[in-house]
């Protein structure tokens, strides 16, 4: 009987396991491609099923990139996190409204943080300068409360630099005619979340410490 318990214990242990580090998407599809997209980086086969493969929500991201400090946790994917955005940022054959869309779907939802986060973060200040129009485009056609997630996420900062103000004065400018009830809602995320957002796990050591 002791054994049959003992057993029972064992199952039970690598089940919890297994389920813990289980994860929304294909992780080894992920990897495959992303190991045969270094071999062929300019190949728009390659880029496409890269890119295909690669996270299409923000819950989906973070649940691959994550950290976690409990013992026996993988992190392989965690350290992978930067070359795989890295890689994405150079996905130049996919169609910019489909890239586009899908680095907004990334961004409703999204919690600034370290590393995963921050990377995603800066990807999208990247294609924001490189493809405005499409971007602004994509935006001005989801729900007004998803454009403020977006520009939520998109705004959050620890630091109130010239940069973040200077950006924000240029795609005011550029888009204010044309994207007049859009510049509002981003008006309204600069003011409250420029400076104003700790990383996450700041913020919850903050508040455990009350």
Same mark, same amino acid.
């Given at each position: 009987? +002791?054994?049959?318990?003992?057993?029972? !214990?064992?199952?039970?242990?690598?089940?919890?396991?297994?389920?813990?580090?289980?994860?929304? $998407?294909?992780?080894?599809?992920?990897? +495959?491609?992303?190991?045969?997209?270094?071999? /062929?980086?300019?190949?728009?086969?390659?880029?496409?099923?890269? !890119?295909?493969? !690669? &996270?299409?929500?923000?819950?989906? @991201? @973070?649940?691959?990139? +994550?950290?976690?400090?409990?013992?026996?946790?993988?992190?392989?994917?965690?350290?992978?996190? %930067?070359?795989?955005?890295?890689?994405?940022?150079?996905?130049?054959?996919?169609?910019?409204?489909?890239?586009?869309?899908? #680095?907004?779907?990334?961004?409703?939802?999204?919690?600034?943080?370290?590393?995963? &986060?921050?990377?995603?973060?800066? #990807?999208?200040? @990247?294609?924001?300068?490189?493809?405005?129009?499409? %971007?602004?485009?994509?935006?001005?056609?989801?729900?007004?409360?998803?454009?403020?997630?977006?520009?939520?996420?998109?705004?959050? /900062?620890?630091?109130?630099? =010239?940069?973040?103000?200077?950006?924000?004065?240029?795609?005011?400018?550029?888009?204010?005619?044309?994207? &007049?009830?859009?510049? +509002?809602?981003?008006?309204?995320?600069?003011?409250?979340?420029?400076? =104003?957002?700790?990383? $996450?796990?700041? %913020?919850?050591?903050?508040? /455990?410490?009350?």
């Amino acid at each position: 009987m +002791k054994r049959l318990f003992s057993t029972i !214990f064992l199952l039970a242990a690598l089940l919890a396991t297994v389920s813990a580090q289980s994860f929304i $998407i294909d992780i080894t599809r992920l990897n +495959k491609t992303y190991n045969e997209l270094l071999q /062929n980086p300019q190949s728009q086969h390659s880029q496409r099923e890269f !890119f295909n493969a !690669f &996270p299409s929500s923000w819950q989906e @991201y @973070y649940d691959t990139y +994550k950290y976690c400090e409990r013992e026996g946790y993988d992190l392989s994917m965690y350290y992978k996190a %930067f070359e795989h955005i890295e890689a994405l940022e150079n996905c130049t054959t996919i169609n910019d409204t489909l890239y586009c869309n899908r #680095l907004i779907a990334l961004s409703v939802g999204a919690v600034l943080d370290s590393d995963a &986060p921050n990377y995603l973060q800066r #990807l999208l200040h @990247y294609t924001m300068q490189h493809k405005n129009d499409v %971007f602004m485009h994509c935006l001005s056609q989801i729900e007004k409360g998803h454009q403020m997630q977006f520009w939520q996420f998109y705004w959050s /900062n620890r630091i109130d630099g =010239k940069n973040q103000k200077q950006e924000f004065k240029e795609l005011y400018n550029i888009n204010k005619k044309k994207y &007049p009830c859009l510049m +509002k809602t981003m008006s309204v995320a600069f003011e409250y979340f420029n400076n =104003k957002v700790l990383f $996450i796990e700041d %913020f919850i050591n903050m508040m /455990n410490s009350k």
